[in-house]
């Protein structure tokens, strides 16, 4: 079992949808949570960081809840340029354990 | 403003060449790592290091040597390359402080192909 795991993708969703993204965590001792995007095989790039009270950036929503060890991204009305890879990323030590990414695809 | 700098972007190597893929940071981040991605895989760590002259494996390490002798630069070493080391390569960097804000910065990638 790997240590972050996510959704299996990819979502196709037509624009204007709400999406949610849900990752789980095994390892307790995990410090910080992220959602970073990936667009095309290019390098990874911070979306948002993920707080314990939850937090919010536009139209993007993060949660996190540590007693179930479980993290997720809300996207609502959807944008063409939206559509990438969501990588959910937890910090521990010196480490970035990433999930395996879902592919969004958002469809006109 | 570099951020992180990998080179070479692309490369063709033969089995049982080695090479060194080249990352350097100009943030003075303490935090330094290598990750290769194949697909459906995500990013998978290789080695890590924590600041200069500390290095420690990841999930992936065999077939690759690391060392990190500046704060700033932390290549890669294949060793004998693999067809199984066919993959893309990222160098992150990254500061030591905890909490939300800790950003890890990538570099642009390395394409490497054994044939």
């Known amino acids: 079992r790997k240590e972050v795991e996510q959704d299996p993708g990819p979502f196709n969703v037509p624009e204007g949808a709400t999406v949610a993204f849900n990752c789980t965590y095994s390892?307790?001792?995990?410090?910080?949570f992220f959602w970073y995007r990936q667009d095309c095989r290019k390098e990874p790039k911070l979306l948002m960081s993920?707080?314990?009270s939850g937090n919010e950036d536009g139209r993007f929503t993060a949660q996190l809840n540590r007693a179930s060890q479980y993290i997720s991204l809300l996207i609502r009305d959807s944008k063409l340029s939206d559509s990438a890879t969501y990588l959910c990323?937890?910090?521990?030590?010196?480490?970035?354990?990433f999930g395996q990414g879902t592919e969004l695809s958002v469809k006109p | 403003n570099a951020g992180v700098t990998q080179t070479p972007k692309f490369q063709v190597l033969k089995t049982g060449q080695s090479m060194t893929l080249q990352c350097a940071q100009d943030?003075?981040?303490?935090?330094m790592s290598w990750y290769r991605q194949d697909p459906g895989m995500g990013l998978r760590l290789i080695h890590y290091?924590?600041?200069?002259?500390?290095?420690d494996q990841g999930e992936v390490p065999n077939g690759y040597n690391v060392s990190r002798s500046t704060t700033e630069d932390f290549p890669l070493r294949l060793l004998s390359a693999a067809p199984s080391q066919t993959s893309v390569y990222f160098c992150a960097s990254s500061t030591p402080l905890q909490g939300a804000n800790t950003e890890a910065f990538f570099g642009q990638g390395t394409r490497l192909t054994v044939v």
């Open positions: 993920v707080y314990s």
């Open positions: 290091s924590v600041g200069a002259g500390i290095t």
């Open positions: 390892n307790s001792a995990s410090q910080s």
């Open positions: 943030m003075n981040h303490e935090y």
């Open positions: 990323v937890v910090r521990r030590g010196g480490k970035l354990i």
